[in-house]
């Protein structure tokens, strides 16, 4: 996939351009909302990212075969969404849609339907389910989206891992061009399912007394509104942040491979995002990774640092969100985004900038960086938060 950095957005650097030329080419992030097994609302999820927390007393102990005859059973540890909205035992496109419409509902509270002015929007979903083309939005939001187009994925963890920051990459050229003033960009996973655990059992990849660097299995689902500057500001919408520049990588030696990461991939990714920024990474003052306690991922990331970023006198955070809400798979990309964008939005990121990266078990690797939006004041931020509370649950009743 070819890096444009100029079709994502205009970094910092081209601001006095874009604001010269009335364009408004910045594209900027309004809305976002996310259900993890730390809450159903985005910011008691950040909160939990922040502070490395997890509810490890909730997560719940399933037993998987470990034989395929059934007779061996071994205890996983899993990290499931609990709630009145979602009930135990719901599969398929119901749990899909029970995951992702408070999501939905959050990432579009300002938005209103109107004539002409629908929302361009695309749905990952990594949960398999036997009725095929459901869509997992809710009614009371399918008004404001269209064309929406959903993006089933496979199963297996790892898989469609780098799909939502692609979509970004995606609604964002499309919001350049043009084509449509503002668009979604959704997903929902969830890696909780005794198939799958089997699979992962299977595969070693389990945490368990036998095997210290296995993932929790957990499950997830998000969305962000990405619009052009101009329209934002046009309607007033609160700018969260501002995606800058994206790079993508192979490597050569995935995890699936056999042979220990040297982190190519990555490395790569990260030299082109950094390669459209007017400043250099070492000025990055927060990473949000994808790291889940996989061996293989730690290994790439090490090596990776130290080529990417090298010694350097500025202090940098890494935020691993899997350690709070377990590896939802196809969502983990959406759940790192949502936190990133909260970090900008609440002065938390330890300077204007954040890296996002992300790889999935063929090699396939991603970097997304975002700047600091106008809407940096904590309070400020909640008080909006809480006016705007009232207004998501009116319209899911």
């Known amino acids: 996939m070819e890096q444009d950095c100029e079709s994502i957005a205009c970094g910092k650097g081209s601001k006095t351009r874009a604001q010269k030329s009335g364009t408004g080419g910045r594209i900027a992030v309004t809305g976002f909302g996310l259900v993890t097994p730390m809450g159903v609302t985005s910011w008691r999820s950040v909160s939990a990212v922040i502070r490395n927390r997890s509810h490890f007393a909730w997560h719940e102990t399933v037993l998987v075969a470990d034989a395929p005859d059934g007779t061996a059973l071994r205890g996983a540890t899993i990290s499931r969404v609990s709630g009145e909205g ?228 500025r202090e940098r955070q890494l935020w691993l969100p899997a350690f709070s809400v377990g590896e939802c798979g196809a969502a983990l990309g959406v759940v790192q985004t949502v936190v990133a964008v909260a970090a900008l939005a609440k002065d938390l990121a330890n300077g204007e900038q954040v890296a996002l990266c992300s790889s999935d078990d063929g090699g396939e690797t991603r970097v997304l960086c975002l700047d600091q939006g106008d809407f940096a004041d904590r309070h400020a931020l909640n008080r909006w938060r809480r006016e705007q509370r009232p207004k998501t649950n009116e319209r899911g009743t």
Request: charged share 20%; with cysteine; hydrophobic share 40%.
């Open 86 to 313: 979602v009930r135990f035992g719901l599969t398929g496109s119901e749990r899909s849609l029970a995951l992702l419409a408070p999501a939905l509902r959050e990432a579009t509270s300002g938005l209103s339907p109107s004539p002409g002015d629908a929302v361009p929007a695309w749905i990952i979903n990594g949960i398999p389910s036997e009725e095929v083309g459901a869509i997992p939005c809710p009614a009371d939001i399918l008004p404001l989206l269209s064309p929406m187009e959903h993006l089933p994925v496979g199963r297996e963890a790892g898989s469609g891992r780098c799909l939502f920051l692609d979509r970004v990459a995606e609604a964002a050229k499309a919001l350049r061009e043009g084509r449509c003033p503002r668009a979604l960009v959704a997903a929902v996973d969830s890696l909780c399912f005794l198939p799958v655990l089997e699979e992962l059992l299977a595969a070693g990849r389990l945490l368990s007394g036998p095997n210290p660097e296995g993932i929790i299995p957990g499950e997830a689902a998000g969305a962000i509104l990405l619009e052009r500057e101009e329209s934002a500001r046009k309607r007033g919408a609160p700018i969260y942040a501002f995606v800058s520049s994206r790079g993508h990588g192979i490597d050569p030696a995935p995890r699936t491979g056999g042979r220990p990461s040297q982190g190519r991939g990555l490395t790569e990714a990260f030299f082109q995002a950094f390669d459209g920024l007017p400043t250099t990474g070492g000025e990055m003052g927060l990473v949000v990774a994808d790291l889940n306690g996989e061996r293989q991922r730690a290994l790439g990331w090490a090596v990776t640092e130290e080529r990417v970023f090298g010694p350097s006198h």
